[in-house]
Structure formats: C-alpha cells, structure tokens
C-alpha cells in the first residue's frame, strides 16, 4: 500500500518531480522516461506505471525548453513501438501457460481477462485503440502474443498506435501544458487526464456487471 501511495503522489506531482529529475540528472532525464514508457507497455507486471500523464507533464516541460520536444518524440516513440514488441514476445512464449493456471503471482489474471474481452470486441484494432486505454495498454500487445496475431499485422498496428499516442499527449502538453490556466491547476488537469483514461475501462464494467441478461425464446 505504501508504494501505491507513493506512486499516486508522484503522477498528481509529475511536475514537481520532473523538474528535480531534470535539474539534477539533466540528460539522464530521457533514459528515465524512456524506462517508464517502455516497461508500462512491455512489462505485464508493470501496468501502474504513469503513461498518459508522463507524456503530458513531459510535453508541457519540453514547451518551456527543458527537454527537447523533437528528441522526446524520438525516443518515446521507439519506447512504445520497442515495449509492445517486447510483451507480444513474452506472451506468445509464456502466455498461454499462465492462462492455465487459476492464480499468477505478480500478475492479476482479471485483467488478462478483460483484456482478451476488449481483444474480442475490437480485433486487431486493439493494439491501436488500446494505447489511449491504461492497463489495457499493457496487456493488449500480451494477450496479442498468446492469440498469435499474425505478426506483420501486429507490428502495423503497433507503429501506428505508438506514434499515435506519443504525438497527441507529448504534443499536447507542449501546446497546452503551459497555458496559464493549465500551469496554475496543474495536478487537477494530471488527474483529469487520468480519470478521462480510464472512463472507458470503468463504463465497460458497469456495461458488462447491469446488462439485462438475455431471454433465450424458444421456437414454437
């Protein structure tokens, strides 16, 4: 619980804890986020990592010239695209021994579920729309890997969504992440971000727990 808590202070602070991490490392500052953004998306024990909100902050400090914006985009793009390719891996080699197993230590197999779930609404598409979605995130390229999706496919898909979600929440911190009204409520618009990322996990389980129970109609 302690690191939970710890975790949760660091994202609603990613400002302030950014600006330390760029002060006193400096250039050690893109291996760092690079870390985070590849083990978010290529480690299935890692789903908790900040993603939207890291990207957002990393933006917004890029726009006041601590970063490099172009090299941001560079090196986090490859981190997606690398982590993904690197889960996809991992689950076409051990993922269908962990399905079989009723309980996985350091993994919770519910969201193997509701992943593979969201993998059947959606289809190959998941890799792409799941980059917007936390904790999908992580395990679609996995749950990918133990359907073994073709992989040239998989890859498409994967540069796409990679790029995708880069540009848009790196860029949008660099447009928007200083705008006085956003700089002054800085930790309400990280958790903004948060609570819009996960809207659509949260709807779809109040869909799936109230939805009417279908009536089976007999023929006559």
């Given at each position: 619980m302690e690191f939970i808590s710890a975790l949760i202070n660091i994202i609603l602070h990613l400002d302030?804890?950014?600006a330390v991490l760029i002060e006193n490392y400096g250039v050690l500052t893109y291996f760092v986020l690079f870390l985070i953004i590849f083990c978010e998306t290529g480690l299935v024990v890692a789903p908790i990592l900040p993603g939207d909100s890291l990207l957002f902050a990393a933006g917004a400090f890029a726009a006041k010239g601590s970063l490099e914006v172009e090299l941001l985009l560079f090196l986090l793009i490859i981190a997606a695209v690398?982590?993904?390719t690197v889960n996809y891996k991992i689950g076409n080699f051990i993922g269908p021994k962990i399905f079989a197993q009723e309980?996985?230590?350091?993994l919770k197999k519910e969201y193997l579920e509701k992943t593979k779930k969201f993998y059947d609404k959606h289809g190959k598409k998941t890799i792409?729309?799941?980059r917007f979605v936390p904790i999908v995130r992580t395990f679609a390229p996995f749950v990918a890997g133990i359907g073994k999706m073709n992989y040239l496919h998989f890859l498409t898909y994967n540069i796409l969504g990679g790029i995708a979600w880069i540009l848009i929440f790196i860029l949008g911190g660099y447009f928007f992440g200083n705008v006085p009204i956003v700089k002054e409520n800085f930790t309400l618009?990280?958790?903004?971000?948060?609570i819009i990322s996960i809207l659509p996990g949260i709807i779809g389980i109040l869909q799936e727990k109230y939805k009417k129970p279908q009536v089976e109609t007999k023929a006559l």
């Open positions: 302030q804890y950014l690398a982590g993904d309980k996985v230590r350091f792409v729309l799941a618009v990280i958790l903004a971000i948060i």
